[in-house]
């Protein structure tokens, strides 16, 4: 693969060239850090057809069969969006909230963000394996270490569950990380102008009502201090 | 309006239908603490359409015009999703995570989240006192108050700003906020089980390098302020 984004003209950012991220570590590692994707599928057929868009996990594999990594999404067997996701292409897009940025004026009102969207035709992941590591990948996303804490899943759980793959091949990314572009004659206004920055935190572990005693693992003591750090 | 949601085929929650939440005030409520919205339109047409899923700020105003209330989003007039978003119904997905849901198995590792979906046909706002409300209430939404401290939005500003509604009519919401629920089998098995819940915190502003002693308006402090106090 290259280094470097290649969007084809699908994946091409058409408005806010500057922002665009052509670097594919940059990718890789935003994919790393962000928990929640939003899935968009075609629903419907002609002039009827419209757009479906779920928010959902997701695991990646930089190393999995896909051109360019695969990108994982699960669900159950009887998902509705899952057969439809099967029969045209989709569009996953994941997205963080960094700031919001306060200008002097509405017009120059902004936020930052980073931001990928991976368009392509999924693959159904019919090798139990590969079903496995995948959903190994959409658990350790949310809590890293953890599917290794856990028992193994069983043959049940794994038919139950459909996991498709998306090559991260056609992705682009884009991101927004300054403060305001005012106009020249605002400036001297006297209004405030900077950025609010935004995290996402994660709160002591609230232990289940059945769990009562047991206590959580380094996985999940570590996953919460990781959240509370990124705020000090 | 009815104060329940009352879904069509297409906004029909048909996955885990206990967690759809049929009370339009939860549904208000929400669009009045969440800050993105993932727009999901179609592009291309016949076996070579495809989604495209692009996140975006908005705003939202029971009393608009619209059927249900308007949802707003704005962009540059030269955007290429603007014209298409106008000639197909197109989807809005505004979603907010809440906690990581930590099960025994893997099967059973969720997240808890609020989400609405909204499908319909924009209307383009031509207007330009309700094309002006619209852009205030997307600033308001990311700092409640801020526009009434900034200059008025100049005629070469709004001329350069196109703002499209959705009619809030055709909405659905789901949210999770609930302990795992693991197999009975699972529960004494040691493993620790429980949520780690996730706020989205702001932190204290950042002034612009161009407005050093300028000091944040009160709504800047309050929006810093109140994300802080989230994790509190």
Not at 65 to 85: I, K, N, T
Not at 100 to 106: C, N, P, T
Request: glycine share 10%; charged share 20%; net charge negative.
């Amino acid at each position: 693969m290259s280094t470097t984004l290649s969007p084809t003209p699908r994946t091409q950012v058409s408005r806010g060239k500057n922002r665009a991220v052509t670097d594919r570590e940059r990718l890789h590692t935003f994919l790393g850090e962000a928990l929640v994707a939003h899935l968009g599928i075609i629903v419907g057929s002609g002039g009827d057809a419209h757009p479906v868009v779920l928010p959902t996990a997701y695991g990646f594999d930089l190393d999995g069969p896909d051109a360019g990594g695969s990108l994982y999404l699960h669900g159950s067997v009887a998902a509705g969006w899952l057969a439809r996701a099967l029969e045209r292409d989709v569009c996953v897009t994941i997205t963080e909230l960094d700031g919001l940025v306060a200008a002097r004026s509405g017009f120059h009102h902004s936020m930052n963000y980073r931001s990928a969207v991976v368009i392509g035709r999924p693959r159904l992941v019919e090798d139990s394996g590969e079903r496995e590591h995948a959903l190994a990948l959409v658990v350790d996303q949310m809590i890293p270490g953890r599917w290794a804490t856990l028992r193994p899943a069983t043959r049940k759980e794994l038919a139950a569950t459909a996991v498709i793959a998306l090559p991260l091949a056609e992705a682009s990314m884009k991101a927004r990380a300054e403060g305001p572009v005012d106009d020249p004659a605002d400036i001297d206004s006297g209004t405030w102008a900077g950025v609010i920055p935004i995290h996402r935190v994660a709160a002591a572990p609230v232990t289940a009502d059945d769990a009562e005693g047991a206590p959580p693992e380094d996985v999940v003591r570590r996953a919460a201090q990781l959240g509370a750090e990124a705020i000090s």
